[in-house]
T-cell receptor
Framework: NAGVTQTPKFQVLKTGQSMTLQCAQD?????MYWYRQDPGMGLRLIYY???????DKGEVPNGYNVSRLNKREFSLRLESAAPSQTSVYFC???????????FGQGTRLTVV | EDKVVQSPLSLVVHEGDTVTLNCSYE??????LLWYKQEKKAPTFLFML????IEKKSGRLSSILDKKELFSILNITATQTGDSAVYLC???????????FGKGTKLTVNP
């Protein structure tokens, strides 16, 4: 029972480099989310996808892009990483509006 | 702008104490409020509340929602050191899959 799987778990990037964070869920959930968590800031929504083929901006979308590749997978791309994007990134999924969201184990990203 | 505000931001208690964590919100078209516990890694789900006045309970934890006053509380009785964690409150808006979190309350339970 894998649930929500994120890769990689840790990553160090240089300023200006690009990378994609991967997320996959095996629960047949419709909705998927990307959050970042910084000390004292709680979880802030970057982007979400209500269903396959749709994506919407959250609170802090600047500097990020997302792709809902299929129902299982929702990736987050940093085109040109900046030190301000140093954070822990969490992917989550939920079946629908009436159910809880399940979280992956997080990706700790450091941009130097 | 949607807001979810948790208080206190941090709390230190002794084992056996009872604690109350608060979550107030201002969102358009409220649908549900969720509580999560976060230890080292991923948040884990505790409760989802949609109706006012109905208490959800799981062991020593309980939660209730007041939709008129726009807040929820999470109670933990007879706290244990294993309850030490960050407790997160989130609100889901109707007509949207958006799930907005508060900053969390860091609870430390000392032996």
């Amino acid at each position: 029972n894998a649930g929500v799987t994120q890769t990689p778990k840790f990553q160090v990037l240089k300023t200006g480099q690009s990378m994609t964070l991967q997320c996959a869920q095996d629960m047949n959930h419709n909705s998927m989310y990307w959050y970042r968590q910084d000390p004292g800031m709680g979880l802030r929504l970057i982007y979400y996808s209500a269903s396959e083929g749709t994506t919407d901006k959250g609170e802090v979308p600047n500097g990020y892009n997302v792709s809902r590749l299929n129902k299982r997978e929702f990736s987050l791309r940093l085109e040109s990483a900046a030190p301000s994007q140093t954070s822990v990134y969490f992917c989550a999924s939920s079946q629908n509006l009436n159910t809880e969201a399940f979280f992956g184990q997080g990706t700790r990203l450091t941009v130097v | 702008e949607d807001k979810v505000v948790q208080s206190p931001l941090s709390l230190v208690v002794h084992e056996g104490d009872t604690v109350t964590l608060n979550c107030s919100y201002e969102v358009t078209n409220f649908r549900s409020l969720l509580w999560y516990k976060q230890e080292k890694k991923a948040p884990t789900f505790l409760f989802m509340l949609t109706s006012s006045g109905i208490e959800k309970k799981s062991g020593r934890l309980s939660s209730i929602l007041d939709k008129k006053e726009l807040f929820s509380i999470l109670n933990i009785t007879a706290t244990q050191t294993g309850d030490s964690a960050v407790y997160l409150c989130a609100v889901r808006k109707g007509g949207s899959e958006k799930l907005v979190f508060g900053k969390g309350t860091k609870l430390t339970v000392n032996p």
